[in-house]
């Protein structure tokens, strides 16, 4: 069974950074595009980024985090991550990746996705 699995999330003050990651146990991301999204409470589910498959190298983001937020790959470890700096409290939410086999493009809607992980907390505050 295909799954991902968030790691990373917790308490930081404002300012600080954090780094969320998404493996894949048992199958490789490589052919997979991914999207990171995010739910605050009383909130729909938002797209904050993007990467499309290895062979895509095409990357996107919202711009309530460009320029704060960095994803990236790591083909060694089977992981994307997602390197957040700069945090405010109202990037407080549930964090979640999720994936589609595709190539090429990346898309920032949850419809776009058919694999989601169970989610990672990310709490800034003081």
């Known amino acids: 069974q295909l799954q991902l699995v968030e790691s990373g999330g917790g308490l930081v003050q404002p300012g600080g950074s954090l780094r969320l990651s998404c493996a894949a146990p048992?199958?490789?991301?490589?052919?997979?595009?991914i999207g990171w999204f995010r739910q605050a409470p009383g909130k729909g589910r938002e797209g904050i980024s993007c990467?499309?498959?290895?062979?895509?190298?095409?990357?996107d983001y919202a711009d309530s985090v460009k320029g704060r937020f960095t994803m990236s790959r790591d083909g060694a470890e089977n992981t994307v991550s997602l390197q957040m700096s700069a945090l405010k409290p109202e990037d407080t939410a549930v964090y979640y990746c999720?994936?589609?086999?595709?190539?090429?493009?990346?898309?920032?809607?949850?419809?776009?996705?058919?694999?989601w992980g169970q989610g990672t907390q990310v709490t800034v505050s003081s």
């Open positions: 999720a994936a589609v086999r595709q190539n090429y493009v990346c898309g920032m809607w949850p419809v776009d996705y058919d694999l």
């Open positions: 048992g199958f490789t991301l490589d052919h997979y595009a």
């Open positions: 990467i499309s498959s290895s062979s895509g190298g095409i990357s």
